[in-house]
Every structure is written in structure tokens, then in C-alpha cells.
């Protein structure tokens, strides 16, 4: 019999199972483990997600300069794909056990990830139900998660501008 989280496991008969895939490193769309990569607009709170074939330096340098500001900083962590961003770059290495680090000495940590991680989280938890979907489907769950995230508040003139466009719609 399976034991509680804290009790090691004896039975060499009986494995633990395995939750979900995995295998290390970075996910491909192959290996059926498609990445999606992120922005985080510290000053507008946006964020921009997409699924993409792969982390390699040309697509995160491509995502990047589509949806970040020409002259804004970029923080990320240690990936090799993020090297020679053509605009300020700083990173936190989290293999070191660094998650911030205050770079200018005013007390604040100016260098994170700890926006899209949050994201990450939220993604995960979002897609969780919909595990047994195709990766074909993956971009439009992940397009309702980002507008989840960015549309945090439900407002009247919010609900009024989906009902006049709804208004336009056939659904026959």
C-alpha cells in the first residue's frame, strides 16, 4: 500500500507513480512538452503569453522585441536563449539559489522573475482541467488565461462592450 507523502517508499514491487511528464530540461512541441514563453510589463501589469515551437536564443529574442517597450529592461533567469538581448539585460541565477537581487542598493529588489512566475502558477492551475485537450488547442486555453490575467476586474463598461459585440455575432 501506498504510504502518505512523508513515508518513504519500501515496496519495490509497487512504484510510486510519476506525475505528469518529467523528463529535464526545456520542453519542445515534439517531445510533447510545448513551451510557452511570457512577458510581464511591470509597468502596465500586462502580460503576453504564447506558445511557441522552441525556447532557442531567435524566438525568445523575437518574442521579446514584439512585446516589450524598445528601450525597457529585461530580467530573466539564466537560460542561455536569453544571451545578447540587444537592450539592458540582468539575471538572477536561480540554480545559485538567487530569486532577487538588488542591484543599485536602494533596498529594493529591482532584478526578478517573481512576476512571471506568479503567472506560471496561474497558467498550471488554469490548464490543469484541461489536461486531456489536443497541443493543438494549447494557444487558445493560454490566450484565456492571459486575458484572465490581464482583465482582473469585470466592469460594467466591460460587460456592456462584450454584449454589443455578441449583439453583431450569429451563432446559427
Not at 510545448?34 to 531567435?58: H, K, M, N, Y
Amino acid at each position: 500500500m501506498r504510504g502518505k507523502k512523508s513515508d518513504p517508499h519500501r515496496d519495490p514491487n509497487d512504484p510510486p507513480r510519476r506525475r505528469a511528464n518529467k523528463r529535464r530540461g526545456h520542453g519542445t512541441y515534439e517531445n510533447d512538452r510545448p513551451p510557452i514563453v511570457g512577458t510581464a510589463g511591470r509597468g502596465s501589469g500586462q502580460c503576453r503569453l504564447r506558445v511557441v515551437e522552441t525556447t532557442d536564443r531567435q524566438t525568445l529574442h523575437d518574442h521579446v522585441k514584439r512585446f516589450a517597450k524598445p528601450r525597457a529592461a529585461c530580467y530573466t533567469d539564466e537560460w542561455q536563449g536569453y544571451n545578447d538581448l540587444p537592450r539592458e539585460h540582468a539575471t538572477v541565477c536561480h540554480g545559485q539559489g538567487e530569486w532577487a537581487r538588488d542591484d543599485d542598493g536602494d533596498g529594493i529588489n529591482e532584478v526578478h522573475t517573481n512576476t512571471s512566475e506568479g503567472w506560471w502558477t496561474t497558467l498550471r492551475n488554469f490548464l490543469r482541467p484541461l489536461a486531456e485537450s489536443t497541443k493543438k488547442n494549447l494557444k487558445f486555453y493560454v490566450a484565456m488565461c492571459e486575458h484572465k490575467i490581464n482583465f482582473k476586474h469585470v466592469t460594467p463598461d466591460f460587460i456592456s462592450k462584450l454584449v454589443r459585440g455578441l449583439e453583431h455575432k450569429s451563432f446559427t
